[in-house]
């Protein structure tokens, strides 16, 4: 899929790192030459209320991708996958962490969250390809779980058109120094874990 123009909807919970992977593309996009625009959406995201942003590479019209042409959604959280899913074009590739955030609905016993086969289903019917992996597990062998977004922003590296070197300057420009070797790992971790 590594055109110039890629269209891509990145969603999760407040606190998972939509916004700093978001961030990390554009300043990617800017270094690499290419447009970019994109748009947040965060409402009550403090609260772990849903989140999705918007990143256009390669356009040089509005911010917001429109539904059904998104060419990846980059999701945090398999339900937000869900939620979101209609973004997707029918050729477009959705990349879904498949470990949950349990909202306070379910916590408190007032409602039960799906199964991940539930979730995924429906995906299925509305794209080419749904590639899933345990992203917080696999920034738990990374050395920090809060590199969750970074293991995700590995996997994408495989599908958009930035060189991965861009992505990882980019990335040391947006964290603190002392975190980057943590964060390294875990998107060489999303990386390999797309890859086989």
Do not use: W
Request: charged letters at 20%.
């Amino acid at each position: 899929m590594k055109t110039t123009e890629c269209d891509i909807v990145v969603v999760g919970v407040g606190g998972q790192g939509v916004i700093l992977i978001s961030n990390v593309i554009g300043k990617a996009a800017l270094k690499a030459g290419l447009p970019v625009r994109g748009a947040e959406t965060h409402g009550m995201a403090q609260r772990g209320g849903s989140v999705m942003n918007h990143i256009r590479l390669g356009c040089e019209f509005g911010p917001l991708v429109p539904a059904g042409s998104a060419d990846i959604m980059l999701a945090l959280e398999p339900a937000e996958a869900l939620r979101y899913g209609h973004y997707l074009s029918r050729d477009g590739v959705a990349l879904v962490n498949t470990y949950p955030v349990l909202p306070t609905t379910v916590t408190t016993g007032k409602s039960k969250y799906p199964p991940l086969d539930e979730i995924l289903a429906p995906l299925r019917k509305i794209c080419r390809t749904v590639k899933t992996l345990d992203a917080t597990k696999l920034a738990a062998t990374a050395g920090n779980p809060q590199t969750m977004n970074v293991v995700m922003l590995g996997a994408l590296s495989k599908y958009i058109p930035l060189r991965e070197e861009i992505l990882i300057e980019s990335l040391g420009e947006s964290i603190k120094a002392k975190y980057l070797e943590v964060n390294r790992r875990a998107f060489e971790l999303g990386k390999r874990e797309i890859e086989v």
